[in-house]
DNA sequence: TTTT
DNA sequence: TTTT
């Protein structure tokens, strides 16, 4: 009834940008989030947090977000299952993002501007995306995007 | 750096009440999310999320939530992994409760009264827990959550 | 950047149901959201948190929410002033709503169902609003809504 | 029930820490959340929304944050109301932060450390308050905090 | 001006 | 398989 995560990390690796075959834009990316501080502090530990955006969010995601970059996501938890070759059943949560924020500009060394910088910030993440055709499972078993039904996508 | 959940849905099963070897109480649920609607509206779509609580919310989940009962759940995103017997890395992501607020009385029928009713409402959920003691997996590769070694839980 | 509430309480009153100049609904209410608990336990507290809701959220709102009912809200922090008649400039605070959730049922009674049970949930606060439409102060100093001009409301 | 916000933005001013009577810190400032996108794109528009925080975290909070600061605040709303000096009554709204991220190193220039750089990183609003001992009123008609008495203060 |  |  009611399902919202938001969450600030920095990005694993590049995001990943793909495409269904109907030509909806998805790209996936993985937020590293520093837990609160540990007991023994031993080593600093952080959980990994699967992301999917869609449509223009997709899009400028896949262009302004790189490696390392500080970023905010807004969404929901999405648990999904399939079964594996081995036939086994494996569940999957990732977080579909609708609202995404660059907190550290592309030009590294000065960043007192958030978003991409120089002024021209881009609509970077202010489209809100909601309902049935957020509700795809962009991921593999390999953890890659799969080629999604254009039936499952609304206009 | 932030990691903020918060879900509105209904328990699948009764809660299940485990102990670690050192006595520190742990309970684990899940949690139906109806999903804005679908597509087709075929059928009736949800999110299966699995919620850990500990220590004292964990007692009074244990004793006060049921099977379907309406819940509202605030905590973080957990994502931990292992190696299962096959030797394939598993992943698994969990909500590591902070705050549970019981939706509906256990006097079914009339649920007027949020929480236990009858007035002598428990401390229900009110604990908030954070940090370190909150980091652990409870859960077995079959779902159920592991003898915890009391080595990771700090005081 | 990033701007967002979730709440969980009870309707003070009756929600209120007004019009723009060009007929765009707004209906706002109040929430009681029970403070976690006091000190002394002397006397149950609550924050009394004004909500305004836009257009189809504001219909359905106004139809099946009644004073009393235990109401999850989602939205946004907005902070407006004014300068009253004594010439004192006033802060006002509102949540913008784009999500609310019926957490009980209108047929008091049995509410396994939330929303507005017999099945026949209407859309109640699926709808989300986002951007500059929702941007309004709809509050007069007395506490009413005022008549928004309407080149405030795009589309 | 549950009361819960989160909120990124700059801070408008460097932060004021005060004590009550019997010592106890407390911080306030105040955030600029830019809005989504506005109508006209006329002027960029901003909510600017009071922030309080207590005991260690306003310590941490008024020893890093300074003014123009990308912030991320985690808390809940708190409404109070008082009679001013002309006998009316005024209503109060902040948020009484239990978490406080800084996005942006103090070293400026380059920021892709977050918190404090350097590695000597403090605490830095890691620590999170519940229950009455935050349910304090610490503005005065004026903006400024008040004198607590120490009464309201639990341990 | 406040709800259960 | 992980970020600073």
């Given at each position: 009834m009611l399902n919202r995560v938001i969450l600030i990390g920095r990005l694993t690796r590049d995001p990943e940008l793909r495409y269904t075959p109907a030509g909806v834009a998805v790209t996936t990316f993985t937020l590293a989030v520093d837990r609160?501080?540990?007991?023994?502090?031993k080593e600093r530990e952080a959980d990994f947090i699967n992301i999917v955006t869609w449509r223009q969010l997709a899009e400028t995601c896949a262009n302004y977000l790189r490696k390392g970059r500080l970023t905010a996501v807004e969404g929901r938890i999405q648990v999904r299952n399939y079964d594996n070759n081995e036939g086994r059943r494996v569940y999957v949560t990732e977080v579909i993002a609708d609202n995404v924020r660059f907190l550290e500009s592309s030009n590294s060394g000065g960043n007192r501007e958030e978003g991409m910088g120089g002024g021209q910030a881009p609509s970077q993440g202010q489209q809100r995306y909601s309902g049935p055709?957020?509700?795809?499972?962009?991921?593999?078993?390999?953890?890659k995007p799969i080629d999604i039904s254009d039936d499952d996508l609304p206009f």
């Open positions: 609160p501080f540990t007991n023994q502090q055709r957020d509700n795809q499972d962009p991921f593999q078993d390999d953890g």
